[in-house]
């Protein structure tokens, strides 16, 4: 097929979202009003781990200005527990944050004074914090249903591991640990919600509202339609906002108050309501002399908090994404998810893969350092071939993991300058099983005038989709942007869409909002075809109206003449289901970085001087969106690395401010920062693209720990690296 | 086609709106409380025809609580004028409750107050009130760039009328007139109105909304998409809140104010935004002496009031109503819509009909009486054949009228009744071309859990729309009535209708949520098809599961198979245009009635004591449905025969309420009344149904006044016959 010239897609377009959002126009769930709106507050655990022996909330009831006062009492109607979670702490609290009770007031301060007239009488039960602590033989058990503190379980096997390692030249055992941390969107968790006769309306930070609404509707015992969520701008998701949280909370505070309460969280309470796993790896890898990979056994724990949230489906992936993108015959991994009094760990950008990957490609320079080979070279020598199984179940390999590595290579010149002389520079590849579901489906409708107005479900909060999902549908349809209308998620409103997360949007969204658009261009092409008096085929689109030879029907034109008048509309729907992989993941999203770096010995402090990304992204829709994607997550990867980690002490979580829990600022990017877009035009969505936005960020953590010890002889296998533990690192080698 | 049972179709199911509407869940735009609503109130003009010199609105601008005072000056940057009116007075008033100046303000009570503190300085003009005044030679203008008071004029012509009365063997000239009437629907006329960054929201009584954001947009110089209308139930409409009222003045009051406003009118306050026509009706006919009419002449003037709203085409409508159901070879009619000084006349059920036909029916009983033929039997020799023309540019009959005539013969024992001894009854038929402009879009959704959301922009007044629509829709998919929820229309959401009224509906929006579901059927079929591995058309539907041979799927698990999980959405959409018939009307609506009476001599009061209605439905999707609105449009039907007059004196309206305004109540029902629905399956719309509602209505009066002159010897030609007038005629005639 020939190449037509793109005018939309892959142009780096105005956002369209972008004035509304630089002007303060942009809406997000805690600037909305709704009338009678009340304010909620929740009252957090203390303890991290205790039996509830009563609450008293008579004070609080009686404080004028209180309408409701929350607590398990008033949820004994329901069917309570979602993704292993109460709505409401009931008889027990696992974390210190834990809601116990909720208070609706007439404003903010009056809520936040009732809290403190709430009594809770609690028995402190002996926490288990960390994963030592759970894991070990007498462990507190968090959830007494349980036998032990597991969450989740996952097991991958392939070939036969004993027979690996005998079949290995070498064998590389390594521990590696990766910290908590916290998302950190700018906007934290912000709720509103409304049950009235007609059924229960949530206002949410929410980025999967059809998943919400399934479990809002079977606590409450409703049918799904009667529940309705309905989704603003989110400042930032990142994962943090997957799932429910506590939307099933303010609904229940709202049903007792009798009228729309809003929640909105501190940054601190945000801390606690979700986070990553912190992780321990054991990686035992066994490699041929010439570097071939024959064997690996990894025994991976996740710190997954009091409650499961993701969890289990973080072990699931961790199991796989340990084994990075190679050919490995001989597999054997078990990823635990393991209960913890702390605050749940649930989603969050690539889940699973940092810390796993983080394990794998410290373990790869390891081996290549034993083996006298270039970490390059020793990656390219175990990729998958495009097509090549990584284990059982899963579509194999999607994309072409060599040519993005050379590009790497040639990008960042690490030929050159990885040998030179007090060179610290690393590299690290990693490839992640994305898309998630693969269900969504979408409407795009054209008004009189000749506009669009689109109806899709994706959650825009700052990645850009409203953008991208305008860009595909002005291509097929021949639509200047300004065209085209892209509202918010609104469960009643738009249809079906799994969720926006797992790099998604661009490939699922975008593919039923292309069938939508090619739908309503086929009716369209038929009007038009009847009016030249040519076969639809014989009709181009161009420029909002149909052409063939001197003829040109305008799209107005084309409605006037279908409904005979100023009025009616033409409606395109589409729809993707698991055809468009068949087997999953939907795609495999790769990414790979090199980091060059420079470290004050005397104080320990690391300097990211230059960091080359390399994203195989199949297709740029908005160029400049994937490489702001990109660098976003690579500078998330810093954080994780260099900055960022949650720190329990005796059940509490001492940093969780701003001031103690260190972000990467802009003072963090590194001086030298480029991003490659690797395009083969071989993904699945719309114009051969594939996901993006999670892979940049799992190459950062290795690739800094691989040039720390090429350039310095140190190898850490903790994160992240403060200058404190590399201080001490550097000084324990000199000894 | 063999005629499979219809389960749904044609039975009395239960209301789906029913329970809702006497809990009084249902929601009417009253009900409605927008957050930050302030409340409105019109001052209007206290007289009939005046300049406006100045409006000082100054002090009401200071009453505490007052947030905002509109009058002309703030609409001089819009485009104000809408369907010929103003959106506020500009400079001049021409009817006695002419909006003049609107406020905004935080509670009822302030508003009232402060509209008292608005200065107007008038300079009364003139005034012409009453077809007589207006259309005098030296009659004041009422809009002054034209050089009369003529509104609009429709001129229908056939054949050569000069020629047609030379060739008649007799000749028939009789003035009819026709009284001012108000719908009087239980919700006067209701708006909410919000104008913010993001564009404009009006929730409002308007049965037609599409339009009436089409009006708004066109004035504020927005696109349509930019005008959200919200529709909640509305409490009777009957064409009073057909079109564009005062909405574009409650968005210009909410944009002066910054803040959505409300503003409720009183119902004597609607009886001055909306009424029918008066008419008088100069009807000439000549015809041979067995009774075949020959030619027709016309002259028919139509009160329209102040402003023009639908008058020009209630005149059009008129103009060929005025004719029958019958074939008239020489034909000259002309119908004006009239301005006055008085309310504006706008849409009311059956448009233009009820003042021709009350007009040409009673002439047609003049003429039986005078040949001395059977009044059933000079309508059955006239009747046009199905297929035949009318006149030129509409579609020909598409009703069989003379099995709807023998069908009321034989239900109402006309031959026997109608000649016993004492008896006063006479019959009416009726054709109205019906059905407007035949746009209508839909869509049907099925939801994971096998329910279906419907999106149709009828508006549901009362008349049933919502549980005919799920009929169809039931019948189509093979699912019960309460897996189907059909929601209001909102412009933002329910694809375009072009509006609700002229009885179109069922056959328009019917055939377009038809062809939905039609859709989605084949949809489902396609996946039965797959699963079972036959063809789709050897899958049946049957209580929401596709069955073949032993196999059975159900469409949860269709859903299932086709998105792999739990999620996904089935959209199926459906259109309708000028194809359905071709050329209009749409279907032709046919209402025939007899009734029988008697008269109090000393009193003059009239009882109606049997009403037999013959409805041509074409198929009854809900029975009872229709014969409620066949009695409701009887009943409307002896309202304006025996008791409804707008009374204007000296250009005010003096019975502008409900206690001096007489509509008929409980009491006033005929002792026997029975309606009968005609099904020959022969209309446009799904399963071969025509519309109905307004067919009813038209016969009613002059079947009573030829009940009247058969049974008493007096034909009156002006109605209401009041017990007055009819006991001043009997005793005219004693003389």
């Known amino acids: 097929m020939p190449n037509k010239q793109l005018r939309y897609v892959g142009q780096n377009v105005a956002r369209v979202d972008g004035v509304e959002k630089v002007t303060g126009k942009a809406k997000f769930t805690g600037d909305l009003v709704i009338p009678g709106m009340l304010h909620g507050k929740i009252l957090r655990s203390p303890y991290p781990h205790a039996r509830i022996r009563g609450i008293d909330a008579s004070r609080a009831e009686m404080l004028p200005g209180v309408v409701a006062v929350l607590t398990a009492a008033d949820i004994s ?49 002996p926490a288990a914090v960390g994963l030592d602590a759970a894991r070990a033989k007498d462990a507190p058990l968090i959830h007494e249903n349980q036998h032990d503190n597991i969450c989740g379980h996952e097991h991958v096997e392939k070939g036969n591991i004993g027979q690996g390692f005998a079949e290995s030249d070498e064998i590389f055992e390594d521990t590696f640990t990766f910290p908590m941390v916290y998302h950190y969107a700018l906007e934290p968790h912000s709720v509103i919600a409304d049950f009235n006769d007609e059924g229960i309306t949530v206002w949410s930070s929410a980025q999967h509202p ?8 079977k606590v409450f015992g409703l049918h799904p339609t009667k529940v309705r969520m309905v989704i603003p701008f989110l400042g930032g998701g990142f994962g943090s906002k997957s799932y429910t949280k506590f939307e099933p909370l303010v609904v229940a505070l709202a049903r ?25 790896v054991r990686l035992k890898t066994g490699v041929k002399r010439d570097g071939t990979l024959v064997a690996r056994e990894a025994e991976i724990y996740l710190d997954t908090g009091g409650y499961a949230d993701n969890g289990p489906q973080v072990a699931i992936r961790a199991a796989t994404r340990v084994l990075g993108p190679y050919r490995i015959p001989h597999i054997c991994t078990d990823a635990y998810a393991v209960y913890t009094n702390s605050g749940s760990a649930g989603s969050f950008r690539a889940i699973g893969a940092p810390q796993t990957i983080f394990a794998s490609e410290s373990q790869m ?65 990693g490839a992640t099983n994305a898309g998630a579901t693969p269900i969504s489906v979408a409407m795009v409708r054209l008004q009189p005038d000749g506009t669009i107005a689109v109806f899709a479900g994706s959650t825009e909060m700052g990645q850009g989709v409203r953008t991208v999902l305008s860009q595909i549908i002005a291509e097929e349809l021949s639509l ?33 909002v292309l069938r939508a658009a090619r739908d309503l261009k086929n009716q369209l092409l038929k009007i038009g075809a009847e009016v030249f008096r040519v076969k639809p085929k014989e009709v181009q689109l161009v420029d909002g109206a149909m052409i063939c030879g001197e003829m040109r029907l305008s799209f107005c034109e084309a409605m006037a003449r279908r409904f005979g008048g100023a009025g009616g509309e033409l409606i395109g729907h589409g729809d993707v289901g698991p055809e468009i992989t068949g087997t999953l993941p939907v795609f495999w999203e790769i990414g790979m970085g090199t980091a060059e770096l420079e470290v004050d010995e005397e104080t320990g402090e690391v300097t990211i001087k230059r960091y080359v990304s390399v994203a195989d992204v199949g297709k740029a829709i908005h160029p400049e969106g994937c490489i702001g994607q990109e660098e976003g997550a690579a500078m998330m990867g810093i954080g994780h690395t260099m900055f960022e980690q949650m720190i329990y002490e005796g059940g509490q979580l001492v940093n969780s401010s701003l001031v103690d829990y260190r972000v990467p600022t802009f003072s963090d990017v590194p001086k030298e920062f480029h991003t490659l877009l690797v395009e083969n035009e071989d993904g699945p969505g719309p114009h051969g693209a594939r996901g993006m936005g999670e892979g940049g960020l799992v190459s950062v953590a290795p690739a800094i720990t691989n040039a720390l010890a090429r350039g310095y002889g140190v190898r850490i296998r903790d994160l992240p690296l403060t200058p404190e533990r590399v201080w001490r690192t550097l000084r324990e080698k000199k000894k």
Not at 378 to 397: A, I, S, T, V, Y
């Open 77 to 125: 109607d329901t069917h309570p527990y979602y993704n292993g979670r109460p709505v409401i702490a009931i008889e027990k609290v696992r974390y210190v944050g834990e809601p116990v009770a909720a208070v609706a007031a007439v404003d903010q301060r009056t809520a936040a004074e009732a809290l403190a007239l709430i009594q809770v009488k609690y028995e402190e039960l």
């Open 480 to 512: 200047p942007l300004e065209a085209i209308h892209v509202g918010g998620a609104d469960t009643k409103v738009t249809p079906y869409d799994a969720s926006t997360g797992s790099s998604r949007s661009t490939t699922l969204m975008g593919t039923a």
């Open 256 to 280: 007792k108050a009798r009228g729309p309460v809003r929640i909105c969280n501190s940054v601190a309470e945000s801390m606690l309501t979700v986070r990553r796993h912190a992780a321990r």
């Open 210 to 217: 059809f998943q919400v609404r399934g479990d809002i509707a």
């Open 365 to 429: 320079d390891i081996i290549a350092a034993k083996l006298g080979m270039d970490p390059a070279e020793l990656r390219l020598k175990n990729f998958l071939k495009k097509g090549e199984e990584l284990r059982p179940k899963l579509r194999g390999m999607d994309a072409n993991l060599a040519s993005s590595l050379k590009t790497l290579v040639w990008t960042s010149q690490w030929k050159r300058r990885s040998k030179k002389k007090g060179a610290a520079m690393g590299l690290a590849c």
